[in-house]
């Protein structure tokens, strides 16, 4: 824990003090970053006081937690830490820990990891089996990325091998390309998505390798994982194989199917479609049930791409396996993870009205970490802060709630409104997740922007592409803000770009709980 604040705290906490902002909310964000509830007394001079009814969402959110079986001690610490007094929740929850309330464990902070035989894949499907961890996931390539791939898979074929002697010379009978061998921006890209996609560190795979099929050609039924006398030649160094990601890039018209016959399950080839599987059981053994048959295509061309990830990191200095962050575990809500829309005009006219009556009034914004800063080292000033009023923030709030809960399908809480945010000529926002507790649903609404030319925000959807959305004034972006990273990395050419900031939660909202078991 911190018991002393450095000038960028200091003045982090003058300045939202100055512009009003919760004095409670204040507390806990400093909690959370780390900093002891006496340093916090000493610098704030305030101490908060600790809340004793629950409004209905709170009521909600409890029952929810509850009848779904969440660990009631970390139900408890969440809601001590989000203010509520203790007699106040044990009365709420009808629930008494049985440890002290210095030892409950938050489990929204605590350190998470995943287990291998609990991949979470955002936007997938999970095979209903106990022997085979399986997963399906659509369109995790649009139709653009898989032309362009299959293109290049055919200009590079060689025939295809196997990692042992198999005296059937039909086994395997299509075409291979080594993807990895390739100077391909995108490919390169897709490299790194998979990566992410299982939230394993890139060192701890192979190369992509592409595969072409054509009528009467298959790969009959066979697993990845290496037998133990392949291990010599093939695992000596990467160790053992662990998950397989196919990517179907074409839709084909018959046959071709993907069949595991152990779980009697099979995968019609459609263009962008991810077959993910473990070929280790939850032992970390070989896994039988992974057995797979690439059947005969019948009629066209079957295209694939193929990644497999290993036990054993390639580098001297093996970085950890599994690369996911705490907000990485956040559940999504929709399919993309961003929605561009028009905020309803006569709420945009009064928010802008309020802008340029009050820019004058802006205070000079101070982000501890250089969360914003100016590429001009010599200009210091990156954004000012034009305070809402109470009302008018209300009103933002209760106006988007209604439109983000249709987009996410969600009962939203209310968390946070910023204030209006003026960017500063040179202002770079750092890419970044939001507030793991709070920032789970957001908006941002462009206020006004006098620029030179559009400034974009980075943001990454929930199939790990990259994207670029531009706001005029009057329009809103809606963004799961806790889950999918985004920022201006760009510095602003431009005068100024107004942003209003609205930040929500689920009602039901739970971070998947993840344990270490590796």
Same mark, same amino acid.
């Given at each position: ?14 300045? !939202? ?6 004095? !409670? ?12 509830? %006496? ?54 929850? %009808?629930?008494?820990?049985? /440890? ?38 659509? !369109?995790f390539l649009n139709k653009q990325e898989c032309e362009h791939i299959v293109t ?19 086994? =395997? ?45 298959? +790969? ?34 018959? *046959? *071709? ?27 970390? /053994? ?36 599994? #690369? ?28 802008? #009205? ?18 914003? +800063? ?50 500063? =000529?040179? #202002?770079?926002?750092?890419?970044? %997740? ?8 957001? #908006?941002?609404?462009?206020v006004d922007q006098q620029t030179d030319k559009d400034w974009p925000l980075v ?24 889950? /999918? ?34």
């Open positions: 824990m911190t018991t002393e604040f450095n000038p960028d705290w200091k003045a982090w906490i003058k300045t !939202n003090i100055e512009n009003g902002q919760d004095k !409670n909310g204040l507390f806990r964000i400093l909690l959370d970053k780390g900093f002891t509830y %006496q340093a916090i007394l000493e610098e704030m001079q305030f101490e908060p006081q600790a809340k004793t009814e629950f409004n209905a969402a709170w009521k909600s959110w409890i029952k929810t937690n509850v009848d779904d079986g969440q660990d009631k001690d970390g139900l408890f610490k969440i809601l001590l830490d989000e203010g509520f007094s203790y007699q106040a929740i044990r009365q709420e929850m %009808q629930f008494k820990p049985v /440890l002290d309330a210095n030892a409950l464990v938050n489990p929204l902070k605590a350190k998470d990891d995943v287990n291998l035989g609990q991949l979470f894949i955002p936007n997938a499907k999970r095979l209903d089996s106990d022997v085979l961890q399986l997963f399906t996931l659509e !369109n290049t898979i055919k200009s590079e074929l060689r025939p295809s091998e196997l990692s042992s002697h198999e005296p059937d010379n039909a086994f =395997r009978t299509s075409k291979t390309c080594d993807m990895g061998n390739l100077d391909d921006a995108l490919i390169k890209d897709i490299d790194q998505r998979i990566c992410r996609l299982l939230g394993i560190d890139e060192s701890y795979s192979e190369a992509i390798q592409g595969q072409y099929y054509e009528v009467g050609q298959e +790969f009959k039924p066979h697993t990845d994982y290496f037998e133990e006398h392949e291990m010599a030649s093939h695992g000596s160094v990467m160790g053992q194989r662990t998950f397989t990601v196919m990517i179907y890039l074409n839709t084909v018209k018959e *046959g *071709g199917v993907t069949h595991f016959p152990k779980v009697d399950s099979g995968y019609q080839p459609q263009q962008g479609l991810a077959v993910i599987w473990s070929s280790l059981d939850a032992n970390g /053994l070989p896994n039988i049930n992974s057995l797979h048959h690439g059947q005969p295509v019948l009629k066209g061309y079957k295209a694939i791409i193929t990644k497999w990830f290993r036990s054993n990191s390639r580098l001297p200095e093996p970085p950890p396996m599994l #690369a996911r962050k705490t907000n990485d575990y956040i559940p999504n809500y929709t399919k993309t993870g961003f929605s561009k829309t028009r905020l309803p005009g006569p709420l945009f006219k009064k928010i802008q #009205a309020f802008y340029r009556a009050n820019l004058a009034s802006g205070k000079s914004e101070t982000v501890p970490g250089d969360f914003i +800063f100016n590429s001009d080292k010599a200009t210091k000033k990156s954004s000012l802060l034009v305070e809402l009023s109470a009302e008018l923030r209300e009103e933002v709030h209760d106006a988007l709630k209604i439109l983000m809960e249709q987009w996410c399908g969600k009962t939203l809480i209310p968390t946070f409104v910023y204030g209006i945010r003026v960017y500063q =000529r040179g #202002a770079v926002l750092k890419c970044h %997740q939001d507030r793991l507790e709070t920032h789970i649903i957001s #908006a941002i609404i462009n943001i990454d959807d929930n199939y790990y592409r990259s994207n670029e959305v531009i706001l005029k004034p009057g329009e809103v972006i809606f963004y799961e803000g806790g889950r /999918l990273s985004h920022g201006r990395p760009y510095p602003l050419e431009g005068d100024s770009f107004a942003n209003v900031f609205c930040h929500f939660k689920p009602v039901d909202y739970m971070p998947r709980a993840v344990t270490q078991d590796t």
